[in-house]
């Protein structure tokens, strides 16, 4: 067995090494902020050109803050959508998080095996996702990756039924 | 430990209590006796439902209308609860309680004897099951103890986090005066489904879902019509003949999966794996992906020739006859 695909760190330091160092708006967006500023702006406008520099500059980065937050924010810890499609990592998060609970109720030997195994699965899922990701075409990659979605799935439905079920009913 | 099974085990009482009264009680017979053995009539088939947190079910099916419950209170085990309605017997062995001294030493032991034909219902977080003879149908919940029993005709399922699962398939051996089931293609369907333990089953099989996290699963099967087995980090190893037109799928990540089925010129074939090697008896070559990285073996085979379909990520893929 080998494993040779691009880890997720070196990639996002790819990314990183090959982005701009500053970021201009594709358009002269003064007009629509003037348009906005003007009602107040009217007694001010001997203002406008010591400000004008400072308003590129804070456009400039907002824009290079928009762009890396988008780029760096691990995508586990937000919640993309693409349309109406879930990303494979958002799924990814939810799923596993939806595990965490049900494991809170095993005893406490058995919930040490049982996580340390899921982690273990969670990686191997990562890995299939980043694969996927690298070769989106691949049919190969993408039966694997919705394996271990459905399988994550029926993992939680396991727990559940195994734990929380129980749980419920005394409660009633 | 002790205190999160027995929170367990009263949780699963209760839930199955609730589900067995639908709203009336039923007083049950109650049992503090270090040793006991107890007769019920029952009619057949019936339902047996057992509940506890450690030590040993044992049970058996037999040719009698009755149900008998005998056995031996250890240091974990207050109390056992029989409640009998309408043909369910509910075994409820109550866990002694966290902080409460226990009255006796040793370990739980619960023997049952039930009728055949009835079905049973085991939960348990940490208690051993050994069951055979049980030809309905059989639904096993376990959190970390390890199950094994044996499948006749009813539909079995067996469940568990980190508790091995082990079968094996007794329809060939008919009880005495029985004859026994020749029909395979008739047997339901069995499903084992663990996170971390291992899966073994033995035994004349049509159709077998097997399925785990990082526990390995190991067969050594026949009169296969269905096999599907996914595994994570587990290897799947498989010896089995196949019925014609027989479908069997096995899917991992990491693990290898092996597979000593078929024979040569008469399967279909469709491997992939995307790290890995493919390796096979047959003489056949495997060939990089058409649509990307990995390595890919396809076959067709004659008409209703059973048919391989195996993937993995990193894992190795061998198969060889039977």
């Known amino acids: 067995m080998s494993d040779n695909k691009v880890p997720r760190a070196e990639k996002l330091e790819e990314r990183v090494a090959k982005m701009a160092r500053e970021v201009m708006p594709g358009r002269d967006l003064w007009p629509e902020i003037s348009s906005r500023l003007e009602p107040r702006d009217r007694t001010t406008s001997a203002s406008r050109a010591a400000w004008q520099p400072r308003g590129w500059a804070s456009i400039c980065v907002a824009a290079a803050a928009g762009y890396l937050f988008a780029t760096w924010i691990p995508l586990s810890s937000m919640s993309p959508q693409i349309g109406q499609q879930t990303l494979p990592a958002q799924l990814r998060a939810e799923l596993m998080a939806e595990i965490q609970p049900t494991l809170d109720q095993l005893p406490a030997g058995t919930r040490a095996v049982v996580e340390t195994d899921l982690a273990g699965f969670e990686l191997d899922w990562l890995r299939v996702e980043e694969a996927s990701e690298s070769e989106p075409d691949n049919p190969l990659l993408s039966e694997l990756l919705m394996s271990a979605q459905d399988r994550a799935q029926s993992v939680r439905d396991q727990l559940v039924r195994l734990t929380n079920d129980q749980a419920e009913a005394v409660g009633t | ?322």
């Open chain 2, 1 to 322: 430990m002790k205190s999160d099974n027995g929170k367990l085990a009263t949780m699963l009482a209760a839930a199955l209590l609730a589900g067995l009264a639908d709203g009336q009680t039923v007083d049950p017979v109650v049992i503090d006796d270090q040793t006991f053995d107890r007769i019920f009539p029952a009619p057949t088939p019936g339902q047996v439902t057992v509940s506890m947190a450690v030590g040993e079910l044992i049970v058996r099916g037999w040719d009698q209308d009755e149900i008998e419950v005998s056995g031996e209170l250890g240091e974990d085990a207050l109390r056992v609860e029989l409640t009998l309605d309408e043909g369910q017997m509910l075994i409820n062995v109550v866990p002694v309680p966290e902080g409460t001294e226990p009255a006796y030493g040793g370990e739980t032991d619960i023997f049952v004897r039930m009728p055949r034909q009835s079905s049973l219902t085991f939960s348990t977080t940490d208690a051993e099951g050994l069951i055979a003879g049980i030809h309905g149908s059989q639904s096993l919940h376990t959190i970390s103890g390890d199950i094994e029993t044996e499948f006749w005709s009813g539909p079995i399922t067996a469940e568990s986090a980190s508790g091995d699962l082990a079968i094996s398939n007794r329809t060939g051996f008919g009880a005495p005066g029985e004859v026994p089931n020749p029909d395979l293609s008739e047997l339901d369907e069995v499903v084992l489904t663990t996170l971390s333990g291992e899966i073994e089953a033995r035994g004349p099989f049509s159709q077998l879902t097997a399925s785990t996290v990082s526990g390995d699963i190991e067969l050594d099967v026949a009169n296969v019509s269905m096999l599907h087995l996914e595994t994570s980090n587990g290897d799947i190893e498989v010896q089995a003949t196949l019925s014609a037109g027989a479908e069997v799928n096995a899917e991992t990540i990491n693990g290898d999966v092996e597979l000593d089925i078929g024979e040569e010129g008469n399967l279909t074939l469709d491997l992939g794996s995307f790290s890995g090697r493919i390796e096979n008896c047959f003489g056949y070559e495997d060939l990089p992906s058409s649509s990307g990285s990995g390595r890919e073996l396809r076959i067709d085979g004659p008409d209703n020739s059973p048919s391989i379909r195996a993937r993995t990520l990193n894992g190795d893929i061998e198969i060889c006859a039977s």
